[in-house]
């Protein structure tokens, strides 16, 4: 629940499918929010000096959503927040397409970017993801920095 006593039905979502940041951007839409954080974050490349071809992100979906949930009450106490929406990509990725979209609405700009950062923090040390990545010398594992284990 917000602060004015009102549901809202945010959004937790793991696809397969292209993340389309414009379709995010609506589900947040409310004349009673001024203000919309976002943030999209996409395979890059060069990486550490090397063209990256792809990289492939597996995950645990059922602990993904339920992480994001908890996250998503955890961030929600914090701030004063309309709807929002958290969309992770997993499957073959080519450099510029999006992995992770956090978009957040809230009636102050402050709440908002705040909460977007934190949301994206959290998700990155929390979500059980794994990212393979492939350059023109083969792949390996991106050793990440969740609390779940050495190479989320």
């Not at 792809?54 to 927040?81: F, K, P």
């Not at 999006?98 to 709440?111: F, I, M, T």
């Not at 979500?127 to 990440?144: C, R, T």
């Given at each position: 629940?917000s602060?004015?006593?009102?549901?809202?039905?945010?959004v937790?979502?793991?696809?397969f499918?292209?993340?389309?940041?414009?379709?995010?951007?609506?589900?947040?839409d409310d004349?009673?929010?001024?203000?919309?954080?976002?943030?999209?974050?996409?395979v890059?490349s060069?990486?550490?000096?090397?063209?990256?071809r792809?990289?492939d992100?597996?995950?645990?979906?059922?602990?993904?959503?339920?992480?994001?949930?908890?996250?998503?009450?955890?961030?929600?106490?914090?701030?004063e927040?309309?709807r929002?929406?958290?969309?992770?990509?997993?499957?073959?990725?080519?450099?510029?397409?999006?992995?992770?979209a956090v978009v957040?609405?809230?009636?102050?700009?402050?709440?908002?970017?705040?909460?977007?950062?934190?949301?994206?923090?959290?998700l990155?040390?929390?979500?059980?993801?794994?990212?393979y990545?492939?350059?023109?010398?083969g792949?390996?594992?991106?050793?990440?920095?969740?609390e779940?284990g050495?190479t989320?």
């Amino acid at each position: 629940m917000s602060h004015d006593g009102s549901v809202h039905r945010d959004v937790v979502l793991v696809t397969f499918d292209p993340i389309d940041a414009g379709e995010l951007l609506a589900e947040v839409d409310d004349p009673a929010c001024g203000a919309r954080s976002s943030f999209l974050g996409s395979v890059r490349s060069p990486n550490r000096g090397t063209v990256v071809r792809h990289i492939d992100y597996e995950g645990y979906e059922a602990m993904m959503i339920a992480e994001m949930r908890r996250l998503v009450t955890e961030v929600r106490s914090m701030h004063e927040l309309g709807r929002l929406v958290i969309a992770h990509r997993l499957g073959r990725l080519a450099p510029g397409e999006v992995s992770l979209a956090v978009v957040v609405a809230s009636p102050h700009r402050g709440d908002a970017l705040a909460a977007c950062e934190e949301l994206v923090e959290g998700l990155k040390a929390r979500l059980p993801v794994w990212k393979y990545e492939v350059d023109a010398a083969g792949g390996a594992f991106v050793e990440g920095r969740a609390e779940a284990g050495p190479t989320l």
